[in-house]
């Protein structure tokens, strides 16, 4: 890259403050496109999936019925196309409106689409497998700001990542992929525009990315920073501001309207600040490739076309109406659940699984410990989560291959934490003795779930006081089989990824991963009289979301800071509360 930092500095914050007001209004328009057209698109493709598939939804089980079955994979391939289409919409619409302002022309969403029209005909079907890794590559942990509204959920879910990073190799697996991944994002940084602006293939554009990026990275970087900073400084300003100015016009903080159009103006600067954060990247890139004479697109307004200023103004105008009115609907429902369960997940603040675990869980007064049990080689059951031995006790072998004795009470360790193996029968004991109601995972390694249930109700009938205990498994078989012998048990799903309905489980709760959690399931839930829970939920942030929600249980590691959260939610409620607690909410 042959430009200095400063070069590069000047010239895109010139740009940007010369045509603020079109990137402004074009960046609402184009998001409110994505919104209405994006949405309903996939939405389609998904469904499509699902009807041509014979599915009822898309999770682990039927995953792979869908990708064997010729209807179905045909559907999952045109739900990629579709996803391809819209994100080489987007990034498309953006590359020429940044190209066409260092252009000096100011270019109409007819211009731009037809430009847009002929680059997705220049790709070919050889091209699309490379665009779509091009893309899974950018996940939001390592896009560069350069992320789409579509890819916003595109990350490892957490139930995956928790355990991975609970071992050191796991922890610093994590830490270079995630090196990695940013390392590779910043050299493929020119390729998507490249492909926009030259007449070259994606492949040969990957290949210029990589040799441009090889030299001056610290120049772009260095840029990239001072007008992020400016950018940020900018937007915490006038948050301010603008949050001094509602109190001064309600005190209270009770105002429904005032604190709407407050909220409203809160989400509307964070858009701006995400969407000018991507046109700052953009534009950095652009003005690179217009220096090395890489822009072979011109982008030309047409002759004697009038601008239709007024339709776009009433378009947003009305946008804003309507976000308006949701934004007062979200305020005034942003209340606290108070029939919410708090579950420990493992216990808490100590070696997972074990009796301290449950005793600490029992002193800040979560509503359930989750417990994992796994059967031994002579059909007894013990309180451990991994299927080997590895991790907490340090013995390469798995719990099925030992002895009832020789796993029961054995050494085990995490952090500076010690404790020991308890058996299913000690922890329920120790619970009953509390009072403490229990959430019990089954979690069978291979074996027959007949079998496997009918010892763990022997053990279930030599107990008293069950009726608040509930029990779930990520094994479906094993969860029918006892459904089937046992009604009377309450009986859950574990579903790490579910995507659709609920159909064809009928459990009296299912417990899903944030990952895959969204309001429309848990209405399906309490339609069929079953209970939702989500796990695990760890960050305040989420812990403030959940608190708000419908979810019949919230399963964290941290349920002193969980009931922490919902007394604070409780005693702090005004509409200004609720407007704090909302902008901080990264989802």
Same mark, same amino acid.
Request: aromatic fraction near 12%; include cysteine; hydrophobic fraction near 45%.
């Given at each position: ?11 895109? %914050? ?41 599915? =009822? ?76 890794? +091009?893309?899974?590559?950018?996940? =939001? ?62 492949v040969a554009n990957i290949r210029k990315s990589w040799a441009m990026t090889k030299k001056g990275k610290h120049t772009f970087v260095f840029s990239w920073l001072a007008l992020e900073s400016i950018l940020a400084i900018l937007t915490i300003c006038m948050l301010l ?86 934004n007062s609907v979200r305020l005034y429902t942003a209340s606290l659940n108070p029939h919410q369960l708090v579950i420990a997940h493992r216990g808490f603040n100590a070696v997972e699984n074990s009796i301290q675990g449950l005793q600490n869980a029992a002193k800040v ?33 798995? !719990? ?6 020789? !796993? ?37 390694? %291979? ?26 498994s990520l094994d479906k078989d094993v969860m029918q089989c006892l459904k089937q012998e046992r009604p009377s048990i309450c009986s859950g799903y574990v579903i790490p990824i579910q995507f659709g309905h609920f159909e064809g489980f009928h459990m009296d709760f299912y ?47 941290? =349920? ?14 005004? +509409? ?12």
């Amino acid at each position: 890259m042959d430009v200095s930092a400063k070069e590069l500095f000047k010239a895109v %914050g010139h740009n940007l403050l010369q045509n603020k007001w079109l990137f402004l209004s074009q960046g609402a328009l184009l998001q409110l496109v994505l919104l209405l057209l994006g949405t309903a698109l996939v939405q389609f493709g998904f469904r499509l999936i699902l009807v041509i598939s014979g599915q =009822p939804n898309l999770s682990l089980d039927t995953f792979k019925a869908i990708l064997l079955d010729p209807l179905g994979l045909a559907g999952v391939l045109i739900f990629v196309t579709i996803v391809a289409f819209l994100l080489f919409f987007e990034y498309a619409i953006l590359t020429f409106l940044v190209a066409g302002s260092y252009q000096n022309q100011k270019l109409t969403w007819k211009n731009i689409c037809i430009l847009t029209a002929k680059r997705i005909r220049k790709l070919n079907w050889k091209q699309i497998p490379f665009f779509l890794l +091009y893309f899974l590559s950018m996940v =939001p942990a390592a896009n560069l700001d350069m992320g789409s509204f579509l890819t916003d959920r595109l990350y490892i879910p957490h139930f995956i990542t928790g355990e991975l990073m609970k071992t050191t190799t796991g922890l610093w697996g994590m830490m270079i992929l995630w090196l990695v991944l940013i390392y590779v994002n910043f050299r493929l940084l020119f390729t998507l525009p490249l492909t926009m602006v030259n007449e070259q293939s994606i492949v040969a554009n990957i290949r210029k990315s990589w040799a441009m990026t090889k030299k001056g990275k610290h120049t772009f970087v260095f840029s990239w920073l001072a007008l992020e900073s400016i950018l940020a400084i900018l937007t915490i300003c006038m948050l301010l501001f603008f949050l001094f100015l509602g109190g001064v016009l309600d005190t209270s903080g009770q105002s429904i309207v005032v604190e709407t159009v407050l909220f409203t103006i809160f989400k509307t600067l964070m858009f701006y600040q995400t969407f000018l954060t991507k046109l700052i990247i953009l534009s950095s890139i652009l003005y690179v490739l217009k220096k090395e004479n890489e822009i072979q697109v011109v982008c030309q307004m047409p002759e004697g076309h009038r601008k239709n200023t007024l339709g776009i103004v009433l378009i947003l105008t009305m946008f804003t109406l309507f976000l308006g009115v949701y934004n007062s609907v979200r305020l005034y429902t942003a209340s606290l659940n108070p029939h919410q369960l708090v579950i420990a997940h493992r216990g808490f603040n100590a070696v997972e699984n074990s009796i301290q675990g449950l005793q600490n869980a029992a002193k800040v007064h979560a509503d359930y410990v989750e417990l994992d049990v796994q059967m031994t080689k002579d059909g007894k059951f013990v309180v451990v989560h991994d299927y080997d031995l590895k991790r907490l006790a340090n013995i390469q072998q798995r !719990v099925k291959e030992r002895d009832f004795q020789e !796993v029961k009470g054995l050494p085990i360790s995490q952090g500076n934490q010690k404790a020991v193996i308890p058996s299913l029968n000690e922890f329920v004991q120790k619970a009953q003795e509390m009072d403490m109601a229990l959430l019990i995972e089954l979690k069978p390694d %291979g074996q027959d779930p007949q079998f496997f249930v009918q010892k763990f109700l022997e053990e279930w009938d030599s107990w008293s006081n069950t009726a608040a205990y509930k029990v779930m498994s990520l094994d479906k078989d094993v969860m029918q089989c006892l459904k089937q012998e046992r009604p009377s048990i309450c009986s859950g799903y574990v579903i790490p990824i579910q995507f659709g309905h609920f159909e064809g489980f009928h459990m009296d709760f299912y417990v899903i991963e944030d990952f895959s959690y969204n309001e429309a399931l848990v209405q399906e839930a309490h339609e069929d009289q079953a209970e939702l829970f989500v796990w695990t939920i760890n960050e305040e942030s989420q812990m403030e979301r959940y608190a708000q929600s419908d979810a019949d249980g919230i399963i964290t590691d941290y =349920p002193d800071q969980m009931q922490n959260v919902k007394k604070n939610i409780q005693k702090y409620d005004t +509409y200004l509360d609720r407007v704090l607690r909302l902008i901080t909410d990264t989802k």
